[in-house]
């Protein structure tokens, strides 16, 4: 049975900074981030948009009423969640109208946590060859004004719908993981941002790619040759230049200039978007496959996820005939090229806004009428608005 990628949708925030703006506000050579990190924009999200409705909104982008009739299975990815017991995909199955016979849960490994979602997706359509599963990657990566990683933020939201015969790709039986338990970025409870060895996060990033890698090739018997394009996790976009020139180094040069034009579309959003932790990977692979000029079907693609922690995970989808039909080509102009810029002092108060409640655990917020939002807090109970 084929099972893989039915649709995929994306949400972010109607808000950005320019990278270049914090680059000045904080002393730092813009080129250090734009040329350096190779990040030009980054999304922010204000705080009655947060991964639940982040969530809802990229899902409610793809699903149909059909859709809603045959998923019984919600799995978000997430490491910004927003209560420690009830599972985020337990609101999105309330705001978006899933039939009730469904299983809503929440998986967590860092920016690994939507992969094993797949998988799972996969090994359940598998069991019940009828069932839809919708997969969501939702994040808001947030590391603090003036931190080293300021500049490695975002917001957004990847939601797939997985089904057998897919209309964009097949999910290849090929992945290939590993665990190491190292200490290179981390969210101890009581902390609101992320403590982060950067450089080590770096290295670890890269070593766990390249041993993966081998292992990958060696396991299924192939080579870099056999893929048209790489698409990796992308904290930021350099990141994932680095990690394709250390597992391309050996290719022939046609090979090389195939997979580094696909890499280019693949970081189209990411560079305007910045980081969102779990749907990094996803947010990369929607890029490549509304900007690239030259897939077609059957064409193979590795993904390479990583979790900080870590855990990693390298694995193929193969392109279907005719899954240009199922995409948009028209996101950059329609929805990043339309979105509120930010000042500086503007997103120092949006951003970083937190919510207090008061003794009864109750919090107004100021109204949002975005598609999904948070309206208040009411006793200690998020409340969403449809
Ligand atoms: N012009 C051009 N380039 C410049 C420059 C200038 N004026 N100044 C510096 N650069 C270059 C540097 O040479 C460097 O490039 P190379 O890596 O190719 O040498 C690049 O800009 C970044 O410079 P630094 O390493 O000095 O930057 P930094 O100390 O500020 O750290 C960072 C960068 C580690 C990414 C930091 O932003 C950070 O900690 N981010 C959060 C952690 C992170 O994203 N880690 C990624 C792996 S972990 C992961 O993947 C999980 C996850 O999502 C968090």
Known sequence: MKIGIDKIGFAMPDKYLDIRDLANARGIDPDKFTKGLMQLEMAISPRTQDIVTLAARAAAEILN???KEKIDMIILGTETGVDQSKAASVFVHGLLGIQAFARSIEIKEACYGATAGLEMARNHVMAKPESRVLVIASDIAKYGVGSGGESTQGAGAIAMLIKKDPAIAVLNRDNVYQTRDKMDFWRPNYSPYPCVDGKFSTELYLDCLSTTWNQYLKENSKSAKDFKALCFHLPYPKLGLKGLSAITENLEDHH???LSKNFTSSILYSQRVGNIYTGSLYLGLLSLLENSENLKAKDSIALY??????????FSIQLVE???KHLRKNRLTNDFDKREKL????????FFKTIEVDENGNAELEEDLSPYALMKIDGHKRVYRK
């Open 305 to 314: 996820s990583y979790g900080s922690g870590a855990v990693c995970e390298i």
């Open 256 to 258: 090389k200039e195939v």
């Open 65 to 67: 009423d059909e859709d």
């Open 343 to 350: 000042s500086i002092e503007e997103y120092e108060d949006i």
């Open 322 to 324: 005719g899954f240009q």
